[in-house]
């Protein structure tokens, strides 16, 4: 229960923070008790932190109860705040001060029940410090995950990767070496070193240090009886999973440095760890590809190569695939496989519950190994990782969606001169860094752009969110207008339908009353769901036939509609908020996404209240059409961070005033010929903070447009704008990334000119009408990858992006044969030289010198 509480914990500290921030604009609120409060709540994440791997009942009683009363303040007071609002639109203020004494009543109930939990607490706390000062000395031998008897025979599953590591602890190198290896739990296991590397007997550590017994020895004299019996030795040493780099920092001053070709190997599941070792190059495990996994099955079924039964080796293959390349799930498989009785029905069922299989036995021996990296994560991370789990099985993940969901959930804690998604971003890096998630797919800038769950990993997850009660009170929700509207509102996924036990309802397209609809998986996901709906009109009659009318908790903080419409005929024409008065129910609300279909001439139109939400953060519509501000009562919207696909918009310096702190933005400006002036977009200069503009402009004119200085990504497309005019853009101090797409650039002939450029790093050019490009290698002094796709005209690829130093690669897309020429003249150019890091892509597949 410890992630389930400190994620409610999380959620209410987000409230607290916003209700304090805004309660000397429009909220009435009791300071004192919310100061209180807030003080309880810092105290419990302390606690949870410090304990949230104990397996104590009584912590794990005490965190159920966190959790209850953690959701209860959060009920309390976003009802105080909605009344509030609602109050103060409808201008009822004469409701204030009654309201505010219910409130401060609420509040002291509160208070008394966390102030119950925090004095079991603290008998807690006293009774686990008596117990760790008798206890605190733990064994430096223990091992951290024992193996089931089947597994523990099988060394790693890659020849190849076996034969580089014997390669590594063989030479002939006389000081001691350390050897780091890292990869996800149950990537594999080193057997056998010794005796293949000729290195003499194998002893345990129990053997080396044999003579008096271990448990009445203190640390400091195990690692004195260590140092001295392995002194004049050569000597392997394997530290098998190691988690921390304390653990390391603790063992490393008694292995003594003798000179005698002594090696230490170190696995661990976290990137930080093998980098602390001082170890020069880790060596990376990744998972089994298709064919490695296929060998290892038939090896752990058959005992040898191939499959002697022809009706077994489809289904084989597919069982094996389902284990998604992981060594330690094909293992287990296998023995189960190969104590069967062979027949094609039950090898078809295995293929169809691999991952259940793959946990099968007493002991679950997959779920037991994968779960200490569980166990090990900070507390702050395992809702995050849980949260993955539950997300849709056999599909990426976008990393930009994710990053907005864990903030939505009030996962993500505030550090200080960060923005949310920043930390959000570390979370992601450190979960990665820990093999817990994969990464799919880099961005032109090196950005995870998608990952991924292995989907043993995402059992644990499952199973994990169940025992926890992990979520109760959703604070996302996908609407689905259309033909496709039966989707679970939570997830959005169309899969078969439960209603849930709540007896509000939801407004169907076409029938006058539903209740709202979760997936079974959803369900499973929530056991304890508890909904609170309020009727929220989003759509007038005028924009279905049938009329609309959806139901929004008002918790919802992240907020995805999409359009489900195949016939032309029913696509809408025009969204509009039915009565400001709904305004307050969202006043929550972090992400908006809107993905609908815009026919020309029917502009999707966007509310006026949009400018008047405190916590907005991201506002992702199709070439929606925001309104001016209004002025009255206005607020600077601080946490708005994304604007995308806005169209026509004009940016008056009261607009780039209410927006401070946007950094990514997309526009559209659809009609082409048209007086640029009235759009205003020299003021774009203002917006500081602003790192990514993406513009689509037909006939654009540069010099009605000024770029801020602290652009790192330009996106351009349509523009026609002159090549010698991307001078100005070439002055940009920061920008890395440049993409010119669709004529984006008009011209035959681009002539860069020296100065520019300084820090790109991507430059990415796409269907323009570029024959000359003349550029040496001063132009683009920092460029690593030059993308070059459907640039049939250009007649070459200057030689002198070869001579760039930091140049990595270079990736060609339906390009015509005189730019991948000169492209293969600039490698062989380069190799001939030493280069040997210029790699070159043609259509997806990487060019070797030599080949045809």
Same mark, same amino acid.
């Given at each position: 229960?410890? =992630? ?23 909220? $009435? ?57 609602? @109050?103060?639109?409808?201008? $009822?203020?004469? $409701? ?23 004095? @079991? ?273 056999? $599909? ?95 997830? *959005? ?58 139901? =929004? ?269 000169? =492209? ?9 030289? *030493? ?18």
């Amino acid at each position: 229960m410890a =992630a389930a509480a400190y994620a409610a914990l999380g959620s209410l500290m987000h409230v607290l923070d916003q209700i304090q921030q805004y309660a000397c604009r429009w909220l $009435h609120i009791n300071r004192g008790k919310i100061e209180i409060l807030y003080q309880q709540v810092s105290f419990l994440q302390a606690f949870l932190e410090r304990y949230s791997q104990s397996k104590s009942k009584e912590i794990e009683d005490l965190a159920r109860q966190i959790a209850v009363v953690a959701d209860e303040a959060q009920d309390i007071i976003e009802c105080h705040v909605v009344d509030q609002l609602r @109050d103060r639109f409808e201008d $009822h203020r004469n $409701h204030d001060m009654a309201s505010l004494s219910f409130f401060c009543q609420d509040i002291d109930e509160i208070i008394e029940k966390l102030d119950s939990i925090k004095k @079991d607490l603290m008998v807690v706390i006293e009774e686990r410090t008596l117990q760790e000062l008798k206890s605190s000395r733990t064994s430096v031998l223990a091992s951290s995950s024992k193996l089931p008897p089947n597994v523990k025979n099988f060394v790693v599953g890659f020849d190849e990767d076996l034969v580089q590591i014997m390669e590594e602890l063989t030479g002939y190198k006389d000081d001691l070496q350390i050897m780091s290896i890292v990869g996800m739990g149950g990537i594999g296991i080193l057997n056998d070193l010794g005796v293949r590397g000729g290195q003499g007997n194998i002893e345990s550590g129990e053997n080396i240090l044999s003579g008096k017994r271990l448990a009445d020895c203190r640390d400091d004299e195990l690692g004195e009886r260590l140092y001295k019996r392995l002194f004049d030795e050569r000597y392997l040493i394997v530290l098998d999973d190691v988690w921390s780099n304390e653990v390391w920092d603790d063992l490393k001053l008694f292995f003594p440095k003798n000179r005698r070709g002594s090696r230490i190997i170190v696995t661990t599941r976290q990137s930080s760890v093998a980098v602390s070792l001082g170890s020069q190059n880790p060596y990376l495990m990744s998972l089994l590809n298709k064919d490695q996994s296929w060998n290892l099955l038939c090896e752990k079924v058959f005992t040898k190569e191939g499959c002697p039964n022809p009706e077994l080796e489809d289904i084989g293959k597919v069982i094996a695939d389902g284990c998604g390349g992981l060594p330690l799930a094909i293992v287990v498989i296998g023995g189960l496989l190969a104590k069967s009785d062979m027949t094609r029905e039950f090898w078809q069922f295995v293929a169809e519950n691999v991952s259940s299989y793959a946990n099968s036995g007493n002991d679950e021996h997959c779920l037991k190994i994968l779960s200490l990296s569980y166990i090990n994560l900070p507390i702050h991370l395992k809702p995050c990782f849980l949260y993955v789990g539950v997300l849709s099985k056999d $599909h990426d993940i976008q990393v930009s969606k994710l990053i907005r969901l864990w903030v939505a959930e009030g996962f993500v804690n505030p550090v200080r001169e960060k923005s949310l998604e920043e930390v959000a971003e570390e979370y992601l890096k450190d979960l990665v860094d820990r093999s817990l998630i994969m990464i799919r797919k880099l961005g032109c800038s090196g950005k995870i752009i998608r990952c991924g769950i292995h989907d043993l990993l995402r059992d644990l997850c499952v199973r994990e969110s169940h025992r926890q009660r992990y979520t109760r009170i959703p604070r996302v929700q996908h609407v689905c207008f259309g033909e496709e509207q039966n989707v679970c509102f939570l997830c *959005g996924d169309p899969s078969t339908q439960e209603s849930i036990d709540n007896p509000l309802v939801l407004v169907g397209f076409r029938s006058s009353l539903a209740i709202p609809l979760v997936c079974n998986a959803c369900r499973n996901t929530y056991p304890h769901l508890r909904l609170r709906l309020v009727k929220l009109k989003v759509i007038d009659k005028a924009y279905f036939p049938y009329g609309r009318e959806c139901h =929004a908790p008002t918790k919802l903080r992240y907020l995805a509609v999409k359009e489900g419409f195949r016939n032309w005929e029913e696509v809408p024409i025009r969204l509009k908020y039915v009565s400001p008065s709904t305004r307050p129910l969202l006043w929550n609300l972090q992400t908006l996404h809107l993905d609908f279909f815009i026919r020309r001439g029917y502009p999707l139109v966007l509310p006026c209240e949009i400018w008047d939400m405190p916590q907005l953060r991201h506002v992702v519509v199709r070439r929606a059409e925001l309104p001016d501000p209004l002025m009255k009562d206005s607020i600077i919207l601080e946490n708005v961070q994304t604007v995308s696909y806005i169209r026509n918009f004009r940016w008056t310096v009261e607009v780039v005033e209410r927006i401070p702190n946007l950094k990514k933005l997309k526009l559209y400006y659809a009609n082409a010929f048209q007086d640029w002036s009235c759009y205003s977009l020299y003021n774009l200069a203002h917006l500081h903070k602003l790192e990514s503009l993406f513009l689509l402009a037909e006939d654009f004119f540069t010099e009605k447009i000024a770029f801020p200085c602290s652009l790192k990504k330009l996106s351009l497309s349509w523009c026609r704008i002159p090549w010698e005019s991307m001078t100005m853009i070439g002055l940009l101090p920061n920008l890395e990334v440049l993409k010119l797409m669709y004529h984006a650039c008009e011209g035959s002939e681009w002539n860069p000119v020296e100065g520019g450029f300084c820090q790109l790093k991507v430059l990415s050019i796409r269907y323009v009408d570029l024959e000359w490009w003349r550029a040496e290698n001063i132009h683009f002094p920092n460029l690593e990858r030059l993308l070059l796709e459907q640039v049939f005209h250009l007649k070459e690829i200057p030689l002198g992006i070869g001579d760039i130093a930091t140049l990595q690669s270079i990736d060609l897309s339906y390009c015509g044969d005189f730019v991948v020429n000169s =492209a293969k003249q600039i490698l062989e150019e380069q190799q001939s030289l *030493g280069n040997e890091t210029l790699q070159l892509h043609v259509n997806g597949e990487r060019y070797q010198v030599g080949s045809s």
